[in-house]
C-alpha cells in the first residue's frame, strides 16, 4: 500500500508530507482548494505525462515521491528484479521535472524510464475517477479478474502448462524441417567435406600435440647439425685438408727431432712442448669421441619432422577451408555427420514430431475448453453479482454483462483461447458496450466501484484511488456508495477525493485540503483531521458556509453509523 507522499514545488504546494495507512482515507475540501493538484503529484510520481505548468511559479523544478510497501509477493519485486534492481520491503516511485518540462524517473534512487516507472505504478495505484478510467476498464486485465473472482487455478495452470508444451513441440517441429531443408541444399556440401575430413580423422588437442612434437624434433635436428658439422671440422674428410689432429702430430714429429739422444732430453727445452702438443692431441681425441657420440645419441628423425609438418599443415589447411579453428575441427565434422544424418532419417524425425505437436495442441485446446467452460459459468456469477450492487448506486437500469467468447487460434495464448470483454448497457434496449464508452463519467464510477467491490480480492494492485466517484449523487445513494467503499478498503487500501458528507463518514482517515492566501500568493494545504476536526468537516459539507448545531449532530450521526 502507499505509506507516504511527499511533494515539492507543484503547481500552489511548496513542501508536504503525508502518511497514509490502511484502509478508507478521504479527502475533502471546497472546490479550488487543490485536490486535484495532490491527484496530479501522485500520477506523477506513477507515471503521468509531465508539464512544466506542474512546476511551481519561482522554482527551478517540481520533485514527487511516493513510498509503497507492498506484499512480499507482488509482482512488482519480480518487475524490478528483470531490470537488475533489488527492493527489500519498500519501493520508492520518485519523479522530478525541470521548469522546461523535462522529467526524470527514480526507482528506490536508481534512475529509469517513464515508461518502467508507469509499468510499475500501473502495479501498486489504480485510479477510478470521472475522467480517468484505468485497470478494470482496461480489456487486458479483465480475463483475469473474471478468472481471480470464480475460475479454479488448476484449469488455469492447466491450459498454461499445456500451452508451453505445445509452443515447444511446434518450436522443436519447425527445428527438424529446418534443418532438413538446410541438409538437402547442402548434400553435395556435406557428402565431399565429411568424407575429406573423415580422411583427414581430426582428433581433440591435436595441433598443439603436433606442434610439441615439430618443435622438439626441429631441434633435435638442429643438435644433430651442429655436431655433424664439429666433428667434420676435427676429422675432415678432404685428403688435402689434414685437420688439427694430424697437424698436431706433425709439430710434434719436427720438435722431437731436436731432442738429443738418452737421457738429456728431460732437460731440453723442447720437452715441455712435446708434452703440451701430446696433451692437446689427447684431449682432440676425447673432444672427437665426445661428438661422435653426442652425434649418435641426437634425436634426430627428418622423415618424422616431416610427417609431423605434414599433418600439422593439412590440419590447419582444413581449418581455414572451413572457416574454423583446428580445435573447432573434430566438433565441426560431428555437426556435418549430424547434418547428414538428418538428411537420412529426417523426414521420420519430423513424422514423429508432427504427431507429438497434434498430440500437444489436443492437450491444449482440450484444457482450453475446459477453461472456456469455467469462464462461463463464472461470468453468469459475476454478472448476477454486479447486478446486486447496482441498483443501490442508482445503477437501477444497467446491465452488466461479462462476454466470453473463442478467439481464432492466432489469438490464443497460456491464458486460454477466449477474449473476456465487461460490457454494459445503461439504459432498457441499448445494445451493450465497453465500459469505457457507453456509460457516462458518474455511472462509469459507480460501476467501477460495483465492479471493485466484487472484484477487489482478485487484484494484486493494494492501493485504489477514487476521484470524485460520489459526484452527482446524494442521499442514500450517496449512502450507499460510502459503505461499498468502506467494503473495499477492507481488502485494499482506498483513497477517495469526495464532496459527500455521507461518504467521508465512512474514512478511518480523514485529509482537509485548504488553500489560503498571503504575500501575493496562493498556497494548498493538508491537514490530518483529528475526530472532533472530522466532525466540523462534515457537518460543513452538510450545511455549507454556516455550521449549525443540526449540521454537527448530523455529522455526529453519521460518523456513528456503523
Request: hydrophobic content about 45%; glycine content about 8%; charged content about 25%.
Given at each position: 500500500?502507499?505509506?507516504?507522499?511527499?511533494?515539492?514545488?507543484?503547481?500552489?504546494?511548496?513542501?508536504?508530507?503525508?502518511?497514509?495507512?490502511?484502509?478508507l482515507?478521504?479527502?475533502?475540501?471546497?472546490?479550488?482548494?487543490?485536490?486535484?493538484?495532490?491527484?496530479?503529484?501522485?500520477?506523477?510520481?506513477?507515471?503521468?505525462?509531465?508539464?512544466?505548468?506542474?512546476?511551481?511559479?519561482?522554482?527551478?523544478?517540481?520533485?514527487?515521491?511516493?513510498?509503497?510497501?507492498?506484499?512480499?509477493?507482488?509482482?512488482?519485486?519480480?518487475l524490478?528484479?528483470?531490470?537488475?534492481?533489488?527492493?527489500e520491503?519498500?519501493?520508492?516511485?520518485?519523479?522530478?521535472?525541470?521548469?522546461d518540462g523535462?522529467?526524470?524517473a527514480?526507482?528506490?534512487?536508481?534512475?529509469?524510464?517513464?515508461?518502467?516507472?508507469?509499468?510499475a505504478?500501473?502495479?501498486?495505484?489504480?485510479?477510478?475517477?470521472q475522467?480517468?478510467?484505468?485497470?478494470?476498464?482496461?480489456?487486458a486485465?479483465?480475463?483475469?479478474?473474471?478468472?481471480?473472482?470464480?475460475?479454479?487455478?488448476?484449469?488455469?495452470?492447466?491450459?498454461?502448462?499445456?500451452?508451453?508444451?505445445?509452443?515447444?513441440?511446434?518450436?522443436?517441429?519447425?527445428?527438424?524441417?529446418?534443418?532438413?531443408?538446410?541438409?538437402?541444399?547442402?548434400?553435395?556440401?556435406?557428402?565431399?567435406?565429411?568424407?575429406e575430413?573423415?580422411?583427414?580423422?581430426?582428433?581433440?588437442?591435436?595441433?598443439?600435440?603436433?606442434?610439441?612434437?615439430?618443435?622438439?624434433?626441429?631441434?633435435?635436428?638442429?643438435?644433430?647439425?651442429?655436431?655433424?658439422?664439429?666433428a667434420a671440422?676435427?676429422?675432415?674428410?678432404?685428403?688435402?685438408?689434414?685437420?688439427?689432429?694430424?697437424?698436431?702430430?706433425?709439430?710434434?714429429?719436427?720438435?722431437?727431432?731436436?731432442?738429443?739422444?738418452?737421457?738429456?732430453?728431460?732437460?731440453?727445452?723442447?720437452?715441455?712442448a712435446?708434452?703440451?702438443?701430446?696433451?692437446?692431441?689427447?684431449?682432440l681425441?676425447?673432444?672427437?669421441?665426445?661428438?661422435?657420440?653426442?652425434?649418435?645419441?641426437?634425436?634426430?628423425?627428418?622423415?618424422?619432422l616431416?610427417?609431423?609438418?605434414?599433418?600439422?599443415?593439412?590440419?590447419?589447411?582444413?581449418?581455414?577451408?572451413?572457416?574454423?579453428?583446428?580445435?573447432?575441427?573434430?566438433?565441426?565434422?560431428?555437426?556435418?555427420?549430424?547434418?547428414?544424418?538428418?538428411?537420412?532419417?529426417?523426414?521420420?524425425?519430423?513424422?514423429?514430431l508432427?504427431?507429438?505437436?497434434?498430440?500437444?495442441?489436443?492437450a491444449?485446446v482440450?484444457?482450453?475448453?475446459?477453461?472456456?467452460?469455467?469462464?462461463?459459468?463464472a461470468?453468469?456469477?459475476?454478472?448476477?453479482?454486479?447486478?446486486?450492487?447496482?441498483?443501490?448506486?442508482?445503477?437501477?437500469?444497467a446491465?452488466?454483462?461479462a462476454?466470453?467468447?473463442?478467439?481464432?487460434?492466432?489469438?490464443?495464448?497460456?491464458?486460454?483461447?477466449?477474449?473476456?470483454?465487461?460490457?454494459?448497457?445503461?439504459?432498457?434496449g441499448?445494445?451493450?458496450?465497453?465500459?469505457?464508452?457507453?456509460?457516462?463519467?458518474?455511472?462509469?464510477?459507480?460501476?467501477?466501484?460495483?465492479?471493485?467491490?466484487?472484484?477487489?480480492?482478485?487484484?494484486?494492485?493494494p492501493?485504489?484511488?477514487?476521484?470524485?466517484?460520489?459526484?452527482?449523487?446524494?442521499?442514500?445513494?450517496a449512502?450507499?456508495?460510502?459503505?461499498?467503499?468502506?467494503?473495499?478498503?477492507?481488502?485494499?487500501?482506498?483513497?477517495?477525493?469526495?464532496?459527500?458528507?455521507?461518504?467521508?463518514?465512512?474514512?478511518?482517515?480523514?485529509?482537509?485540503v485548504?488553500?489560503?492566501?498571503?504575500?501575493?500568493?496562493?498556497?494548498?494545504?493538508?491537514?490530518?483531521?483529528?475526530?472532533?476536526?472530522?466532525?466540523?468537516?462534515?457537518?460543513?459539507?452538510?450545511?455549507?458556509?454556516?455550521?449549525t448545531?443540526?449540521?454537527?449532530?448530523?455529522?455526529?450521526?453519521?460518523?456513528?453509523?456503523?
Open positions: 500500500m502507499l505509506i507516504a507522499l511527499t511533494i515539492r514545488d507543484v503547481v500552489l504546494i511548496e513542501r508536504l508530507d503525508l502518511s497514509f495507512g490502511p484502509g482515507t478521504v479527502l475533502t475540501g471546497e472546490t479550488g482548494a487543490g485536490k486535484s493538484i495532490l491527484l496530479d503529484s501522485l500520477g506523477l510520481a506513477l507515471g503521468a505525462r509531465s508539464e512544466s505548468g506542474l512546476v511551481r511559479n519561482g522554482a527551478e523544478q517540481a520533485s514527487v515521491a511516493a513510498v509503497f510497501a507492498p506484499p512480499a509477493v507482488h509482482p512488482v519485486f519480480a524490478l528484479a528483470e531490470q537488475g534492481m533489488v527492493a520491503d519498500e519501493v520508492v516511485l520518485r519523479r522530478v521535472v525541470q521548469k523535462r522529467s526524470r527514480f526507482v528506490n534512487d536508481q534512475p529509469i524510464s517513464a515508461g518502467l516507472l508507469r509499468r505504478g500501473a502495479m501498486l495505484v489504480e485510479v477510478q475517477g475522467h480517468e478510467q484505468m485497470g478494470l476498464a482496461d480489456p486485465v479483465q480475463a483475469g479478474l473474471l478468472d481471480a473472482f470464480a475460475v479454479p487455478g488448476a484449469l488455469r495452470q492447466a491450459v498454461a502448462t499445456t500451452w508451453r508444451v505445445w509452443r515447444e513441440s511446434q518450436r522443436d517441429l519447425q527445428a527438424a524441417r529446418e534443418a532438413i531443408a538446410a541438409a538437402e541444399r547442402d548434400r553435395d556440401f556435406l557428402e565431399h567435406a565429411v568424407t575430413l573423415a580422411a583427414l580423422a581430426p582428433q581433440p588437442g591435436e595441433e598443439e600435440q603436433l606442434a610439441i612434437e615439430r618443435q622438439r624434433l626441429q631441434q633435435g635436428e638442429r643438435r644433430a647439425e651442429a655436431m655433424a658439422a664439429a671440422e676435427l676429422a675432415p674428410r678432404d685428403r688435402r685438408n689434414s685437420g688439427p689432429a694430424a697437424t698436431l702430430r706433425a709439430a710434434a714429429r719436427a720438435l722431437q727431432r731436436l731432442l738429443p739422444p738418452g737421457d738429456a732430453a728431460a732437460d731440453n727445452p723442447v720437452t715441455p712435446l708434452a703440451a702438443l701430446e696433451r692437446a692431441e689427447e684431449a681425441a676425447e673432444a672427437e669421441t665426445m661428438l661422435t657420440r653426442l652425434a649418435e645419441d641426437a634425436d634426430a628423425d627428418p622423415r618424422r616431416e610427417q609431423t609438418e605434414e599433418r600439422l599443415f593439412a590440419l590447419r589447411a582444413a581449418a581455414r577451408k572451413h572457416a574454423v579453428q583446428v580445435a573447432e575441427l573434430p566438433q565441426f565434422l560431428a555437426n556435418l555427420r549430424h547434418r547428414q544424418s538428418a538428411l537420412e532419417s529426417g523426414a521420420a524425425r519430423v513424422d514423429g508432427e504427431a507429438q505437436a497434434h498430440a500437444a495442441r489436443a491444449y482440450t484444457a482450453a475448453e475446459a477453461l472456456s467452460a469455467a469462464r462461463r459459468a461470468s453468469g456469477r459475476l454478472e448476477q453479482a454486479i447486478g446486486r450492487e447496482l441498483p443501490p448506486l442508482r445503477l437501477d437500469r446491465r452488466f454483462f462476454e466470453v467468447s473463442l478467439l481464432e487460434e492466432s489469438g490464443w495464448g497460456p491464458q486460454g483461447a477466449d477474449a473476456v470483454r465487461f460490457l454494459i448497457a445503461t439504459n432498457p441499448q445494445a451493450p458496450g465497453p465500459l469505457a464508452k457507453v456509460a457516462s463519467g458518474g455511472e462509469l464510477s459507480r460501476l467501477m466501484l460495483a465492479l471493485k467491490v466484487v472484484l477487489a480480492g482478485g487484484s494484486t494492485v492501493t485504489l484511488v477514487f476521484d470524485e466517484v460520489d459526484s452527482g449523487i446524494g442521499g442514500a445513494t449512502a450507499a456508495v460510502g459503505e461499498r467503499l468502506a467494503r473495499v478498503a477492507e481488502q485494499v487500501q482506498v483513497l477517495l477525493v469526495t464532496h459527500s458528507p455521507q461518504v467521508a463518514a465512512r474514512g478511518a482517515a480523514h485529509l482537509r485548504s488553500k489560503q492566501s498571503g504575500q501575493g500568493r496562493a498556497e494548498t494545504r493538508v491537514e490530518m483531521l483529528r475526530d472532533d476536526e472530522r466532525q466540523e468537516e462534515i457537518a460543513r459539507m452538510l450545511a455549507g458556509e454556516t455550521v448545531e443540526q449540521a454537527r449532530a448530523a455529522a455526529a450521526s453519521l460518523m456513528a453509523q456503523p
